[in-house]
């Protein structure tokens, strides 16, 4: 479990899940039966991903090993970049949608439309030497489109659903900003 909300706990409880894995947090007080497997939250490391990856280690302890390394690489990045008419460091990334488009039910994890409809155009006024990329998947695409399609303007790139995992890594590794959700791309 990793932020998990105490009803899913409870409900693997009675759902009779017989390994559980999960988090102590010193402030947050945790009923002993929740978790067969606790796991300290290592207050010098914040990278969500080894916490992660601490769950995981709490149950498989035999040759685990942790590498971090940046997977960019290069041909990709120069490729991706001339595809589209990008120069390092002279756009801005923006996500426009989160939770995969939620298009089933809101999410918090989101802003309106409108906002960065109103946000794209200040960007493109404020700094007119710099392109905006909207970035997402092809879940996101439907909300992207929508706010894209309301702005015209030769500087602002719709890529929402049009790059690999791999490009979009490349995308940001150049970009000058990145603005975005507690998501993926963060």
Wanted: with cysteine; charged share 20%.
């Amino acid at each position: 479990f990793d932020a998990s909300p105490a009803f899913l706990i409870k409900g693997s409880i009675l759902a009779g899940i017989p390994i559980r894995v999960g988090h102590l947090f010193e402030e947050v007080p945790v009923p002993s039966y929740y978790y067969t497997h606790k796991v300290a939250v290592r207050r010098d490391e914040n990278n969500q991903i080894d916490w992660n990856l601490d769950l995981l280690q709490a149950l498989y302890t035999k040759g685990f090993s942790r590498e971090h390394r940046l997977s960019i690489h290069p041909n990709t990045k120069l490729t991706i970049l001339n595809d589209y008419a990008l120069n390092a460091g002279n756009y801005i990334c923006i996500q426009i949608a989160g939770a995969n488009g939620a298009l089933v039910a809101a999410s918090s994890k989101i802003w309106m439309e409108d906002n960065f409809k109103i946000l794209i155009e200040e960007l493109l006024m404020s700094y007119q030497d710099l392109k905006i990329v909207a970035l997402g998947d092809k879940g996101d695409s439907i909300r992207v489109n929508r706010v894209c399609d309301k702005i015209i303007s030769d500087r602002l790139l719709n890529l929402s659903g049009k790059t690999t995992i791999q490009e979009v890594i490349s995308i940001i590794s150049s970009c000058k900003l990145l603005i975005c959700h507690d998501s993926g791309l963060m």
